[in-house]
Each structure stands twice: as C-alpha cells, then as structure tokens.
C-alpha cells in the first residue's frame, strides 16, 4: 500500500508539473492573471509537497516538514490568487501569510523531533489546511458576483467539497488513534485521504481550466476588437475615399461654373467687342480702298500712301490688342498665382465696358491709390473685377434718372490691399445682402446667377473677403479685401 500511495504522489506531482510549465509557454501572450506568480508558486510548492511525501519513505522522516511546509505554502498562495482576482494583494499580507507558515512549519518540526503522534501533527496541520480552503472558497464567491463563468462554479464546488473532505479526514484521525502515517494508512480512511487530495489535485486543474477561459475570452475580444477597428478603419478609408472624390467633382464643377460664369458675360459684351473690333476692320478697309486708288495712278504721292499704310498698321493693332485682352480675360486654363499691382490690373479690363458704359450713359471715375502688390491668380481674379463692374452697370442703368455713376478705388490697408466697386443705383436690402453670395441667387431676369457666387469664392480662395454696403451717397458698394504680398511686405521693413 505504501509503495502505491508513493507512486500517486509522483502521479499527481507530474500532472501538476505540467501544468507549471504551461504557465511559460508562450508567455508574452499570457494575461499577466495566467502568469500571476501566485500562481506560478502555488503549483511549485504543491509539487514539492507531492515530492516530498512520496520520497518521505525513501529519505527520511526529515522531507515530512518540507512537504507540510509546502502544503501550507501553496494552500495560502492560491488563496492570495483568488483574491488578487478581485483587488491587488498588499505586500503587508503577503508577509503576513509567509510569518504564518514558516511559525507552523517550526511547531511541526518540534513535534517531529519530539516524538509527536501522527494524532499531534494532523491536530496542527488539519486545522490551517481546513481554514485555508475555507478562505479561497470565500475570495471564489466574491469573485463570481463579476463573474458568472460555469468553471468558476464548478471549482467552487470542489473547493467547498475539498473542505468538507479534509474535515472528514481530520475526524478520521482523531476518531482511529493509530501512531504514525502507515499506520493510518492501513484502515478505512484511505479513502478519505486519496478523495482529499484529488480535490485538492482537481482544484489545481480547474483553476488552470478557469484561467485559459479566461485567456480566451481575453484574446477572443481582442480579436473582435480589432475586427471591429478594421472595420471602422476600412469605413473611414472608404469614406475619406468618397470625400475626396466628392471634393474633386466640386472643384470640377465649380471651375465648370466659372467657365459657364465666363461664357455668359462673352455674351454680354460681345455686342461691345464686336463693335470695337468692327471700328478699326471699317477703317483698314476705308484705307485699303483708298490705297488702290492712288496705287492706280501713275505717280502716286508717296508720303500719302505712307501715312495710309501706317493708319492701316495702327487698326491692326487695336484689332490684335481687342483680341488679346478678350483672350486673357476668357481663356480657360491654369495661370498660377504671380504678384500683381491691382491698378493695373483694373485699368487693364477698362476697355472692356467703354463702349457699354457709353450706351447706357454711365460715369466710370478711378480712384487708384493702392501701391502693394498682391498675390494673384489674375485669369480668375479678372472675372471677380468684370462681375462686380458688370452688376454695377446693370444696377445704374436700371434706374431712369440723369446721373449714373460707378467709382472704381484701390487702397492701401494694414498688411492688406482693398478694392471698392461703389454705384449710385438701387442699392441692395438688407436681406438680400445676406443671402447674395449664395449659389445660384440672383437679382437679375436673366442670367446664371452664379457671379456673385463665384467671386466669392475666388476672393476665399486667394485668402481675402468680400462684403457689400450701402453707398453712403446712395446705391451700393462691394468691398474686396486682398491680402498684401509677402514679398512686398518684406520689402516694407
């Protein structure tokens, strides 16, 4: 009988060996409550408590002190697993179980050297083995009030049937007075101390059940929070892919609109660009007719043919200047950003509505005062100065009365450069000033309605402002804000 009980000692402490080395395998995957040191110490030491009881008979009585010792150990290190379940474990207590055990283990010893009963020992022994799995019984029951795992119940249960089956066993011994381990070995409460310890054996590998649940919920909502993040992360790609091909087909239509913007105020003014053309063209043909005819004679007067051929170059140029200025100001492409003086500008697109401003009998005055350059894309800038221009001709004209003025001023302002397009028309309501710059809102029967729009959001583009006001000599005026150039503020210092 002794040399089975040493062969389930062994048995057991390999079953636990094993598990003490699952404790390392793969560690950097381990919840550190997998790794716990707790735990790691408490498989150790009931190792060593197997050991020792199943070498006792081959080494020496001496080994029966290190088995107790470790039972004890492993006993109250399981309990501060448990509890550091729930809350962290102090050192203070930590100290004070290990006070507790080495003060057992010396009392144990003393029996032992006294000559003390089997009877004696278990009467020290039985007691703090009952209390301790008493404890872990009760630290497992406030755990499971947060956790209402199946296997936590299940240990549970055979942690409080390890205390009823140690009870049993201590009574046994107190109930058959037999002196010594193979004495009691011998009777009937064989039973009761294998059922003991294969609680105890089985609360180990339920512990290590409950554990590697746990490792695996852990991993399991790892895994789905980081399905979840890709998700969100493909969603949030897919949308920012949406977006930008959403900003792309605004900034299409939106250079589609200006060109649109364009193609209508070509409409407008042609009527003015055909006639400034028409001019020069009658007078080249006036002067070619001419020509002909004193080329018939026989001696023409040379300085007469010489003063028609250069009446007829300077049409030509005005022809090829028309054109020119129509095609900058028209013309869709790319033209980057360059530093430009705004009077220049201005005075570059006068041409433009002379004849327009003549029909409809309206005083065009400049004011140019602005001497900072600014930052320009002038083929869009262009279409902001026309639209404003246009509208003011159009809101003078629509009024019958003898005066009808547009004022044209550029200034200087603090780091900033202002362009004012003032008339003496109508005016603008104050509710239609809050509403003019939106898409497609126009005062006008005819139209696109965008031009407003659009100057507004050129004038964004290059960073300045546009506001509108009333005319304090009556009608109204737009106010362009511009940035000054960088290069020519650095020039100020």
């Not at 009877?119 to 630290?139: D, H, N, Q």
């Not at 898409?439 to 309605?449: A, I, P």
Request: include cysteine.
């Amino acid at each position: 009988m002794q040399e089975l009980n040493q062969i389930l000692f062994l048995l057991f402490a390999l079953i636990l060996a094993a598990i003490f080395i699952s404790t390392f395998v793969d560690k950097d995957q381990h919840s550190e409550m997998f790794s716990s040191l707790h735990w790691r110490w408490a498989i150790l030491t009931r190792v060593m408590a197997y050991l020792s009881w199943a070498l006792a008979p081959i080494v020496g009585a001496g080994l029966l002190t290190l088995a107790n010792f470790s039972m004890m150990s492993s006993g109250l290190l399981l309990v501060l697993l448990y509890r550091s379940w729930r809350v962290e474990v102090s050192k203070s207590i930590e100290i004070f179980y290990l006070a507790v055990v080495v003060i057992l283990t010396i009392m144990f010893e003393v029996l032992r050297q006294q000559g003390a009963t089997y009877e004696k020992r278990v009467m020290l022994v039985g007691p703090v083995s009952i209390l301790t799995s008493f404890l872990a019984c009760y630290e497992l029951l406030r755990y499971q009030v947060e956790n209402k795992s199946s296997t936590l119940k299940i240990l549970i249960a055979v942690v409080l049937g390890q205390v009823i089956m140690t009870t049993i066993l201590v009574a046994q011994v107190f109930t058959r007075s037999q002196d010594g381990v193979s004495g009691f070995i011998q009777t009937r409460a064989q039973l009761e101390l294998w059922g003991t310890v294969s609680a105890h054996l089985l609360s180990f590998i339920l512990t290590s059940s409950f554990l590697y649940q746990q490792l695996f919920i852990s991993k399991r909502k790892t895994y789905l929070a980081l399905q979840e993040k890709r998700l969100e992360l493909d969603h949030s790609t897919k949308e920012k892919e949406e977006i930008t091909h959403l900003l792309a087909e605004r900034e299409e239509l939106i250079q589609s609109l200006i060109h649109a913007n364009k193609t209508a105020l070509t409409g407008a003014l042609s009527a003015s660009v055909a006639h400034e053309i028409n001019q020069p063209i009658g007078a080249i043909k006036l002067n070619v007719e001419y020509l002909k005819r004193k080329l018939e004679k026989d001696s023409p007067d040379l300085a007469i043919v010489r003063d028609v051929i250069i009446n007829i170059d300077q049409d030509s140029d005005r022809i090829a200047a028309i054109i020119s200025s129509m095609q900058k100001i028209f013309r869709q492409e790319d033209i980057q950003a360059v530093d430009v003086n705004l009077n220049d500008l201005v005075l570059s697109l006068s041409d433009v509505f002379k004849l327009k401003i003549k029909n409809k009998n309206v005083e065009l005055n400049f004011d140019l005062q602005a001497e900072a350059l600014v930052t320009l894309n002038q083929e869009a800038f262009q279409q902001v100065i026309l639209n404003l221009i246009n509208n003011a001709i159009d809101a003078v004209s629509s009024l019958n009365q003898p005066e009808r003025k547009i004022l044209i001023e550029t200034r200087n302002a603090s780091r900033s450069v202002e362009l004012i397009i003032s008339d003496n028309g109508p005016g603008v309501s104050e509710d239609r000033k809050q509403e003019m710059f939106s898409l497609v809102r126009s005062n006008k029967e005819k139209g696109l309605g965008l031009g407003l729009w659009l100057s507004f959001y050129i004038v964004n583009r290059h960073a300045g402002s546009i506001r509108c006001e009333d005319n304090p000599e009556g009608g109204a005026r737009f106010i362009i804000s511009l940035p000054a150039s960088e290069r020519y503020l650095a020039s100020q210092l």
